[in-house]
Nanobody
């Protein structure tokens, strides 16, 4: 089992920044990649960004390219999502996820919800206009 705990959410004005963190514990050695998803009120869960533990390969949703950056600290088993130039439409609960699928130890990290095995409880990001 892998446990994930997100932090760093909050209320910020449009144009501002937040740094989200996701700390992994438990059988972290079994994790191949990590991802961030978000869910806005009344909307479906959507992919935001992902990163592979080995090699650091990343993937981003088009709507965050150039504004968000995902990174990882292998020694701390922690993944970060730096969010810049935030917009009111970025308001959502942001979830961290991990996959233990060995396939994702190589190549691009997973982009789809069903490719992840473990999920955190989420952290709220609210962007005011």
């Amino acid at each position: 089992q892998v446990q994930l705990v997100e932090s760093g959410g909050g209320l910020v004005q449009a144009g501002g920044s937040l740094r989200l963190s996701c700390a992994a514990s438990g059988r972290t050695f079994s994790s191949s990649a990590m991802g961030w998803f978000r869910q806005a009120p009344g909307k479906e869960l959507e992919f935001v960004a992902a990163i592979r533990w080995s090699g650091g390969n990343t993937a981003y949703a088009d709507f965050v390219k150039g504004r968000f950056t995902i990174s990882r600290d292998n020694a701390k088993n922690t993944v970060y999502l730096q969010t810049n130039s935030l917009k009111p439409e970025d308001t959502a609960v942001y979830y961290c996820a991990a996959t233990s699928d060995l396939f994702f130890r190589f190549g691009a990290p997973p982009l789809k919800r069903h490719e992840y095995d473990y999920w955190g409880q989420g952290t709220q990001v609210t962007v005011s206009s």
